[in-house]
């Protein structure tokens, strides 16, 4: 009889270890659920649980629920947040060499970005970040931005200007737009939509599937697919819980990102595919006519910055990976 009591209650004791295992992370992002961040947090959310055997279990947080993406990443660094699904953005604040991949017109197309970002030059940048408090788990992705405006369509660089237009608080960017005559306006996510809707600022520039997700249809008149830089974006965790993971736990962290990545690159090219059309039937005016060749040209003079900031080579061996 005490054997068998012995026997339950050590099942007993078990079962409660068991329970008390689960551990709930939390993941933040500036957009709403159904977005391209939201897709890939979530199969990023879904694989973790998946491959530690359900040890662990994400809270996500959308719509800038904890905050503009520059607090989020302050918060992993602090580590009360777990997780944050970031563009690279405000990440410059935090690991400056990150900034070369913000300059405009780097990038020849989606394929080139993602070629560079997966191979030696992302890791690279990736092993940049653990100096700094943080953890860049894998690279996910926001898109290539593209301007809107309440005033006018925007065919070449001197439509641009003059036009109070928000920007991340990102000096590659506001170096830019400054070099065409924009008055970069920079503001935090959260507050954009506001700002449009009360005229604060003319305009701003995101990714399809950001304008898309943030109803931006409703507040701005004119899209013009300028593609004027590429914005990856960042799965970046906490080392205070990073430290605290089995190696076996960091692989399946590791490998839970990557999949959160790829599925996050889906959804951007769905979204590129099918959004143009979904925002003209919302009322926006569409340019497609963009000058580029224009807007490059317009922006050479500040390339000459952007050299002494990154170094030149270090440019030109993103633009030679083919």
């Known amino acids: 009889m005490n054997t068998l009591r012995y026997a339950l209650l050590a099942a007993g004791t078990l079962v409660c270890a068991a329970a008390t295992a689960q551990t709930t992370i939390k993941i933040g992002y500036a957009t709403s659920p159904q977005s391209h961040y939201g897709v890939g947090s979530t199969v990023f959310c879904e694989e973790v649980e998946k491959r530690t055997g359900g040890r662990y279990k994400c809270q996500q947080f959308p719509n800038s629920a904890l905050g503009g993406e520059r607090e989020m990443i302050e918060a992993v660094q602090l580590g ?124 701003q520039e995101n990714p399809i599937p950001v304008i898309l997700s943030a109803k931006f249809a409703q507040v701005q008149k004119h899209l013009s697919l300028t593609g004027h830089v590429y914005s990856p974006a960042l799965l970046i965790m906490s080392p205070a819980l990073w430290n605290k993971l089995s190696d076996a736990d960091k692989k399946a962290f590791t490998e839970a990102g990557k999949a959160g990545g790829a599925a996050q690159r889906r959804k951007v090219n769905e979204d590129e595919k099918n959004g143009i059309d979904e925002l003209r039937k919302a009322g926006m005016n569409v340019v497609t006519n963009v000058d580029g060749a224009a807007f490059r040209a317009a922006m050479t003079p500040v390339w000459a910055e952007f050299a002494k900031q990154f170094g030149a080579d270090n440019i030109r061996r993103i633009q030679e990976v083919k």
């Open 80 to 203: 009360t947040l777990d997780i944050v699904n970031t563009s690279t953005g405000p990440v410059g604040n935090f690991v400056p060499e990150v900034n070369i991949v913000d300059i405009p017109f780097l990038f020849r197309d989606y394929d080139h970005a993602r070629k560079v970002l997966d191979g030696p030059i992302g890791d690279e940048l990736r092993a940049r970040f653990p100096a700094k408090g943080l953890i860049a788990l894998a690279w996910t992705e926001n898109g290539f931005r593209h301007m809107t405006n309440s005033k006018r369509p925007i065919v070449k660089p001197e439509d641009a200007k003059g036009l109070k237009i928000r920007s991340m608080q990102n000096k590659v960017h506001i170096q830019a737009f400054q070099s065409i005559g924009i008055q970069p306006t920079p503001m935090a996510f959260p507050e954009l939509f506001t700002a449009l809707q009360q005229g604060t600022v003319d305009g």
